[in-house]
């Protein structure tokens, strides 16, 4: 049975005769996004950290079953430096292993949901980007959190949700706005 030894397919990077370049794997179509990825419209500078905080806004609508993802997803990712309550004083900042984790409620701190976003998504100063790490989702889901955390060390008042009947009520409402459009 030679067929089990010797594949009849190409191998990844093998080379053959019939391939441009003798190159067996192909670079993906200029232009294309691979299933499961979508595209971030803000860069990965000071201009694009700037643009975010301004422009970009949470499409999750803020309900009890997001804002509970986000908190434990907080605890899983943030939490260990930025602390349970966003105070900068997680487990890794209490061992002195990273200094001078900036609270949430730092004065002239400007936190936005759309720079908490960015942040997660490229990283800032020590911090690391955590794409590799969350979805889109759970980023907005992080950031929703973030911002109560924010509002309770200020002493302002927490993002209000919606319930999952009014949610369903609004978008059916909507569809059969579009459906009569």
């Not at 299933?35 to 990965?44: A, F, I, L, N, P």
């Not at 209490?94 to 976003?117: C, H, M, N, W």
């Not at 997660?120 to 979805?135: R, V």
Request: charged share 25%; with cysteine; net charge negative.
């Amino acid at each position: 049975m030679p067929s089990m030894y010797e594949s009849a397919a190409y191998e990844a990077y093998s080379e053959g005769e019939l391939f441009v370049n003798n190159q067996s794997a192909k670079l993906p179509v200029e232009g294309t996004i691979p299933r499961g990825h979508s595209v971030y419209e803000y860069e990965d500078s000071l201009e694009g950290l700037t643009d975010a905080r301004e422009n970009l806004k949470n499409p999750l609508p803020v309900t009890e079953e997001n804002l509970a993802a986000g908190k434990e997803l907080y605890g899983y990712f943030c939490a260990v430096c930025h602390g349970d309550k966003g105070d900068g004083k997680g487990i890794l900042a209490q061992r002195e292993k990273f200094l001078g984790i900036p609270s949430y409620a730092d004065p002239g701190r400007v936190i936005t949901e759309g720079s908490i976003y960015h942040v997660q998504m490229y990283g800032l100063n020590a911090m690391g980007s955590y794409t590799a790490q969350t979805t889109p989702e759970e980023r907005w889901q992080i950031t929703m959190h973030v911002q109560n955390l924010k509002a309770e060390l200020e002493g302002n008042p927490k993002l209000a949700t919606i319930s999952e009947t009014e949610n369903a009520s609004a978008e059916s409402t909507s569809e059969s706005e579009q459906i009569e459009d």
